[in-house]
């Protein structure tokens, strides 16, 4: 069974990148939701953790566009200039922003059902 996990994910690197990543991702947030699940219950759990994980993404982004590498104002970096390197994180901090945002309506209505 080793040498077949191996063999799959040395075979291709952007397959081994992504099913890597994806596992990181799914133990980094899936085990601060179940926590929030064993002691909250399924949707507040699911609320809460939604927002931590969209709010943290905001902060993260927010500060990757304010310090990115090279210091605030970078010189061209493999051929990107300042704005091309923060294209990315601009949009993430966006997203999640809103989606933040929208955690958080969520659980303001959960809250409090009767202002609906």
Known sequence: MRELFREILSANLTFTGIVLTGAAFLVFFGSGYLLLYTNLGRRLG???AGAGVFGWATL???LFVLYAPRGPRPANFEGLNAWEIRLIPITWMVVSAILFAG????LNKLEDPEEA
């Not at 955690?103 to 969520?106: G, I, S, V, W």
């Open 46 to 48: 699911f609320l809460i």
């Open 60 to 62: 993260n982004s927010l």
């Open 103 to 106: 955690f958080l309506t969520a």
